[in-house]
């Protein structure tokens, strides 16, 4: 076996196996957008029924809000008259 002959296997630094844990253990952290959404899934699962009972009173609001709007404007266009 000659020095440079096509056979010739440089050296590794690092083992296969190390290598390999290392991918495995970057693959396994967890990112932070990970952990937001998986937090306010369980936040959703535990607490749902104050969560849907804030939807409806937003609902209600918006609702409200644009029957004013509506009066109001119909008010002003008898105004003008």
């Known amino acids: 076996m000659s020095f440079l002959s096509e056979s010739y296997d440089r050296p590794k630094l690092i083992e296969t196996k190390v290598i390999k844990k290392i991918i495995n253990e970057q693959n396994s952290q967890v990112s932070f ?3 937001v959404k998986n937090y306010f ?3 959703i699962k ?5 969560v849907i009972g804030v ?3 937003l609902a ?3 609702w409200r809000y644009n ?3 509506k009066r109001r404007k119909i008010s002003e266009e ?4």
């Open 46 to 50: 535990i607490h749902y029924k104050v």
């Open 41 to 43: 899934i369980s936040f």
């Open 67 to 69: 029957e004013i709007k």
């Open 78 to 81: 008898y105004e003008k008259m």
């Open 60 to 62: 209600c609001l918006y």
């Open 33 to 35: 957008d990970t952990k």
């Open 55 to 57: 939807i409806f009173i």
